[in-house]
């Protein structure tokens, strides 16, 4: 079993910064690509970014293009969502998964974290 838990989320203005992490704990997380998605209330869980377990590969969601970058320490067994330049429509629940392979739907991720919320002020 491979146990997620995010942090870093909270309340920022428009065009403001927040860091997500995503620490990993049970399983060799480095065998592991991960990825964030986001759910906005009353919309469906989005793709936001990815990146594979060696952190050669990343892809992202065009909304997020150029302001979000995601990295990962696997000596730390955590993974990072550097947002930039947030806008009010990326409020959401932030959730990192897990999985295998890099993958950019949700129901690929067998692991996944709680959740933590990002709330941007216009």
């Known amino acids: 079993q491979l146990v997620l838990v995010e942090s870093g989320g909270g309340l920022v203005q428009a065009g403001g910064s927040l860091r997500l992490s995503c620490v990993a704990s049970g399983r060799t997380f480095s065998n592991y690509a991960t990825g964030w998605f986001r759910q906005a209330p009353g919309k469906e869980r989005e793709f936001v970014a990815a990146?594979?377990?060696?952190?050669?590969?990343?892809y992202y969601a065009d909304s997020v293009k150029g302001r979000f970058t995601i990295s990962r320490d696997n000596a730390k067994n955590t993974v990072y969502l550097q947002m930039n330049s947030l806008k009010p429509e990326d409020t959401a629940v932030y959730y990192c998964?897990?999985?295998?392979?890099?993958?950019?739907?949700?129901?690929?991720?067998?692991?996944w974290g709680q959740g933590t919320q990002v709330t941007v002020s216009s």
């Open positions: 998964a897990a999985d295998r392979g890099l993958r950019v739907t949700a129901y690929a991720y067998t692991y």
């Open positions: 990146i594979s377990w060696s952190g050669d590969g990343r």
